[in-house]
């Protein structure tokens, strides 16, 4: 209950999201792993929308679903100070998915979102192009996981035109994503040619061990250039 409406009456749990919004001194709020439900996280993300000073903000490893989509537009559209989102181990599951794909592109200040194994697997070609273009039009994201979304193929070799265009990538994630050597080859591709993207992690038992190993060895080269350097 804690956060919700029904924890109001507890007079405690509801002064999460009014503390949200008075603080000026925190920086940083962690809630993973307390069992917030998606009514817990509307009036989280509500508060946020309005916050001014904190920046980074986990929510990783609650019971966070679609239910939450309404909010996040405005999150990433109207919220210009938070800078690392970590939104991982939930349920969000399309109508997230698109949200985020819909209005990430508008935002000038995350340069880490973490989204890692919830539920974006079943999102259509119109989420994916959106995502796709959400990316290649954002200028401030540096760190995106997207680990454990059951994304396919499909997505990994459309986000790998968009990775090789992308000049603010520098740490990607596509892990556990049944991903294939089509979708392994055309990110192999892009991660070569991506100047600034430093790791591009991929699972090797869905890419062959040939690509992997490829995928080490350019990550190798390239970590030691940026020593050098």
Avoid at 37 to 62: C, F, M, W, Y
Avoid at 93 to 98: D, L, S
Avoid at 178 to 203: F, I, P, S, V, W
Avoid at 208 to 220: M, P, S, T
Wanted: proline share 1%.
């Amino acid at each position: 209950l804690w956060c919700t409406q029904q924890d109001a009456l507890l007079r405690h749990g509801i002064a999460v999201p009014v503390a949200i919004r008075r603080n000026v001194v925190l920086r940083e709020l962690d809630l993973s792993f307390n069992s917030l439900t998606s009514e817990a996280g509307v009036q989280i993300l509500d508060a946020l929308i309005d916050s001014h000073t904190l920046k980074k903000v986990n929510l990783r490893g609650n019971l966070l679903d679609d239910e939450i989509a309404s909010m996040l537009p405005d999150l990433f559209r109207c919220n210009n100070v938070l800078e690392e989102l970590d939104l991982g181990e939930n349920r969000m599951a399309f109508a997230c998915a698109f949200a985020i794909a819909e209005s990430l592109e508008w935002n000038r200040s995350l340069r880490v979102l973490a989204l890692d194994y919830n539920r974006f697997g079943g999102a259509g070609a119109a989420t994916l192009d959106s995502f796709a273009r959400s990316i290649m039009m954002n200028f401030s994201l540096q760190v995106l996981n997207l680990d454990g979304n059951k994304l396919g193929p499909e997505w990994g070799i459309q986000l790998a035109e968009v990775f090789a265009r992308n000049n603010t990538l520098l740490q990607v994630s596509l892990r556990d994503n049944r991903l294939d050597t089509r979708a392994g080859q055309a990110l192999l591709n892009a991660y070569r040619h991506a100047k600034y993207m430093l790791e591009l992690a991929l699972t090797g038992d869905e890419i062959g061990v040939v690509l992997w190993e490829e995928f080490r060895r350019v990550f190798e080269e390239k970590r030691a250039n940026t020593d050098v350097r």
